[in-house]
């Protein structure tokens, strides 16, 4: 079977002001076209198709058309759900189940732990565990919050067994939007119980289990166990979301498994959003700054040195702001005695100002709290961008 696993596609996430040009519908067409070069059988996506969980009709209709050109080529899709579109209760509704709901012969969407065979192979599916979908009220209610992580992750452990015993063959490949304590962190956070107790790559590994389809973790990087050798993948965000992931590629895999794993390719995609951040150390950084990728990129510039001519700063942002596809903002990171040119500064990023000043507060309370304060401040951030 040759397959194409997906992730974090993240439609609808939020632009920058002026990127006017930007379509996600190329990345998606591009998607299609290689599907057909590769002769895939099964697209799979390991969660987060929507980056809000009530996304916008033109967000629907950009992947209802994405998954009728696949359904064209005789391909089935399957979708595990992610914290973005997921609910943290079962019986919620939400947008992917229209597609369930008008019973489609090539497309699966699974909201539960469960097993769905597709030619031949079973998949089994681990969509993302928010913890009022694994464990009941009365299992977590008198724990403390590290005895419930502890709990969570036991159980997981015990459905993947249970799934494993359900179907007793050998051709099975896990889909899970999870984090793993091995692997790097880009621009999502940790919420629930993968914030601070996401499982390791060792604990997950099963002799039965072929390939390992992973999402949530949006930087691109595959894993091996020392357990049983098997490949645990992140194929990444399928596009840049912002500058932390400004030189990371961005792609998806084409997988050819048999009995085993016999082949495996990253894809990058050629329609990724170019992020450029200009770092200006001293005044020999300003011959440095790529004009000619400025006008490609979306741009913010850096000032983490003392520049001894000023004018020569004003000069290069006045022509960054030219030139760039987007220009963003300027951010200065000298000390608090550099004379600051209000004309061209902005303050930091809202974001970066919060975490310092809860860094630096001495309430307890603030510090035990900080990645919900941080996790509502980029949540209130995205609605005013939007």
């Known amino acids: 079977m040759r397959f194409f696993h997906l992730a974090d596609l993240h439609i609808g996430f939020p632009l920058k002001s002026g990127e006017n040009n930007f379509n ?32 916008e009709v033109k967000d629907e209709r950009l992947f209802a058309r994405f998954i009728n050109a696949l359904a064209n080529l005789g391909i089935e899709i399957l979708v595990v759900t992610g914290n973005h579109e997921g609910a943290p209760f079962r019986e919620r509704i939400i947008h992917l189940d229209l597609y369930s709901e008008l019973s489609l012969g090539f497309i699966n969407i699974s909201k539960i732990p ?52 359900s179907v007793r063959d050998k051709n099975n490949i896990l889909v899970a939007h999870i984090p793993v304590s091995e692997g790097t962190v880009g621009y999502e956070q940790f919420i629930n119980f993968s914030k601070y107790l996401p499982l390791s790559i060792n604990e997950l590994d099963r002799e039965n289990i072929l390939y390992f389809a992973l999402g949530h973790l949006h930087k691109n990087q595959v894993l091996e166990s020392q357990k049983y050798k098997h490949k645990f993948v992140y194929p990444g965000s399928l596009d840049r979301l912002d500058f932390s992931e400004e030189n990371d590629p961005k792609g998806f895999f084409f997988v050819e498994v048999l009995d085993s794993v016999k082949n495996t390719e990253f894809i990058e995609n050629p329609f990724a959003r170019k992020f450029y951040t200009v770092e200006i150390f001293d005044d020999k950084s300003f011959e440095q700054i790529d004009f000619d990728r400025a006008k490609q990129s979306i741009v913010r510039v850096v000032v983490k040195g003392n520049v001894e001519d000023e004018g020569k700063l004003r000069a290069a942002v006045n022509k960054l702001k030219e030139v760039s596809y987007v220009f963003t903002q300027v951010i200065d990171e000298r000390s608090e005695s550099t004379p600051v040119l209000s004309s061209i500064y902005e303050v930091k990023d809202p974001i970066k100002a919060i975490e310092e000043y809860l860094d630096k507060s001495e309430n307890q309370k603030y510090k035990k709290i900080k990645e919900q304060i941080l996790e509502e401040a980029r949540n209130i951030m995205e609605q005013i961008n939007e």
């Open 114 to 165: 469960e097993v769905i065979n597709i030619k031949g192979f079973n998949f089994l599916t681990l969509p993302y565990p928010f913890k009022t979908n694994i464990l009941s009220k009365e299992e977590f209610r008198d724990l403390s919050e590290d005895e419930v992580l502890v709990k969570l992750n036991e159980r997981l452990l015990k459905i993947i067994d249970e799934l494993l015993e």
């Open 24 to 55: 996600f519908q190329n990345t998606l067409d591009f998607v299609v076209e290689k599907a057909k070069e590769y002769k895939i059988d099964v697209v799979v996506i390991a969660g987060d198709v929507f980056h809000k969980r009530d996304p």
